[in-house]
């Protein structure tokens, strides 16, 4: 459990009390159980912010407390919303709902998703459709799940065109491969994330 010193002047009383009720949630086997299995960048992302929330709880200075708990408070949201959005691609979403997700967050010719899929673009809006039972392949939902969540990752650092570039292209961390190419194959899904995660610059504080 977090613990805290006594507080000084710098965030009004209900201000604290509420950082502090969030606070002591987060290092609890539950909530730690909850994140288990989410991106790690993102879980970092949390943790750091709601840490350097912590930091303000001590300041002295009421401008430097306002400051840095307005600054990690973002952080920590960011972070938040990006857990929220994995979730959409998880492995207990349904497959078709998955497939409209990326087809949607992509924000590119349903041609060039189907590509990266190895698919037809007939193909993938069958995959899409609720009034049709067509649905991937294991193999093709693994492609599917793996490519949301990278895309998941990359949206927010590269537009859209950048985002199918950085895909298509060899990648030094994937032993020269590119990322497209190990779509498919579920023990690459961790370092298609990791390398994915690498693209997100740290935010600053």
Known sequence: MLTFTATRPGL???AKLAIKQVL?????????????????YLVEQLFA??????LALSE????????????????????????????SVGSDQPIKEVVRWLVEAAEVPQGEIATLLR???RTLQRWMST?????????????????????????HTLTPSGTIAWLTRSHPGLGGAAPRDLLAEPRSASRLLSAASAQRAPVAC
């Open 12 to 14: 009004d009383e209900d």
């Open 24 to 40: 002591h949630q987060l290092p609890s086997d539950d909530v730690r159980a909850a994140f288990a299995d989410c991106d790690p």
């Open 49 to 54: 912010g709601a840490f350097g929330v912590a």
């Open 60 to 87: 002295t200075d009421e401008a430097a407390a306002r400051r840095t708990a307005r600054v990690n408070l973002e952080r920590a949201r960011q972070a938040l919303r990006d857990l929220l959005e994995e979730g």
């Open 119 to 121: 698919t037809t673009t």
């Open 131 to 155: 009034n049709d039972t067509a649905a991937p392949t294991r193999e093709q939902a693994t492609a599917v799940r793996t490519l949301a969540r990278v895309l998941n990752q990359l949206r």
